[in-house]
């Protein structure tokens, strides 16, 4: 399609038909990049007082977690308030989600990278947000709405839709899935042909699934040059400096560090001057000690983020568990948005199939996250055609609910010739 159709049209309408408002939010946050850092954190303290009143009026969890919160005045007065994380999101959450945006609410689950996922409820207007911050990022690159995506990506939920309404709505966005699942030579080897008949203009996908599939072709002695891509963007992992520099290498174009979780939101994205800078229009980042304390400016702590959006259900001082620390100088590009060194997060292994095949650890991930009978898990692979799969349950399932779906899911995945073994424990132990 088209690509100035797709930004003018498409896009927008079919934006404004799942009541998502991702332009206008666009609009705004391209705005953000004009103010001062002043006027960002005036505009940042008025959000965040609006969303801990809404908080403590409509949500029961906070209505006294924010007793006294009137006198909130600056970022820093955050401090003075609990954090929150997986654990006690998992036993209220009901009582977090807004009374007056029940109707609006949909649940979402994280990938569990931890070994324990989680669900939580989300609102399209919160959707919409990280949506616009997004291509707002996107558009420091020169990628703008309508240029041909190609994701190294794909969820069971991604994959399994695509059938021919999925794939006819992927073809009028421009955007494309090739699995990150199924990393065969073969499967590779094709890949290239796809890029080009898809006139891709940039990748999106995991940083050791792009980093692989950049290693496979220069062990081929080929490259991506012809593309003339405007980037590549890693997310969802870690991007180690020896992925970074095979995949600018191979593949002809900058790395675009994008760092964002589902469950906290889209928290940051690398600019070309190299600054990862947080999406302060969307998120407040804090950084904090093993005991919850704030940290000063250049110290590598916890990352505790405050979801700005979160109105259907609000996660404010949300600990992720991921390590960085702030940066005090500002960006040589001259935007106001602080910036963050991320140091520490999430890297996830490759399963392997007997047949040779290397299967994406999110693979397992994907599978188990969407299992309400699941309390935590851990998967450990012994052996080609073995998985032994850890599982701490929520409450007392039966067989059928819990055993059943986990072998099921993961047979699916993996292929024929795998035992998988599901066994419950009280909890996780901790790998060496």
Request: net charge neutral; proline share 6%.
């Amino acid at each position: 399609m088209h690509r100035a159709l797709v930004r003018s049209l498409i896009y927008p309408l079919h934006e404004r038909l799942r009541g998502r408002p991702t332009m206008r939010l666009l609009r705004e946050f391209r705005a953000t990049d004009r103010k001062t850092p002043a006027e960002l954190e005036a505009w940042r303290i008025e959000k965040l007082r609006g969303l801990i009143d809404h908080a403590r009026r409509q949500c029961p969890y906070y209505a006294d977690v924010f007793a006294g919160a009137d006198t909130l005045q600056h970022l820093g007065d955050l401090a003075r308030f609990p954090t929150i994380d997986k654990v006690l999101i998992r036993a209220h959450r009901e009582d977090m989600a807004a009374r007056n945006y029940r109707s609006r609410l949909f649940q979402l689950a994280t990938g569990g990278s931890s070994g324990q996922p989680l669900i939580f409820y989300t609102d399209k207007v919160r959707e919409a947000s990280q949506l616009a911050a997004k291509l707002r990022a996107r558009e420091w690159w020169g990628i703008r709405v309508g240029d041909h995506q190609v994701d190294l990506w794909g969820s069971p939920i991604e994959l399994s839709s695509q059938d021919r309404v999925r794939a006819f709505k992927d073809g009028l966005l421009n955007q494309w899935i090739l699995s990150a699942f199924q990393l065969t030579d073969e499967a590779m080897a094709a890949y290239g042909e796809f890029l080009s008949r898809r006139r891709a203009d940039f990748l999106y996908g995991y940083a050791s699934v792009l980093a692989r599939y950049a290693r496979f072709l220069e062990g081929r002695g080929e490259n991506l040059h012809h593309l003339s891509l405007k980037g590549a963007i890693s997310t969802a992992e870690l991007l180690l400096e020896p992925d970074r520099e095979v995949i600018e290498r191979v593949f002809g174009c900058p790395v675009i560090n994008e760092y964002g979780c589902r469950d906290g939101g889209y928290i940051a994205q690398t600019c070309p001057a190299g600054g990862l800078h947080i999406a302060a229009d969307t998120v407040i980042v804090e950084i904090l000690s093993e005991d919850g304390k704030p940290l000063p400016t250049g110290e590598v702590g916890e990352v505790c983020v405050t979801n700005l959006w979160s109105f259907g259900m609000p996660l404010i001082r949300y600990r992720l568990g991921d390590t960085a620390a702030r940066v005090a100088e500002p960006c040589e590009c001259g935007r106001p948005q602080p910036l963050l060194a991320r140091l520490g997060g999430r890297r996830t292994d490759t399963l392997v199939t007997p047949d040779g095949r290397r299967i994406h650890g999110l693979g397992a991930m994907y599978v188990l996250r969407v299992l309400p009978a699941v309390k935590s898990y851990q998967v450990i692979q012994d052996a080609p055609d073995h998985l032994r799969v850890l599982l701490v349950p929520g409450g007392r399932p039966s067989e059928t609910d819990l055993e059943v779906p986990v072998r099921d899911g993961l047979a699916k995945l993996m292929g024929e010739g795998v035992r998988i073994d599901v066994e419950r424990v009280d909890e996780i132990p901790t790998l060496p």
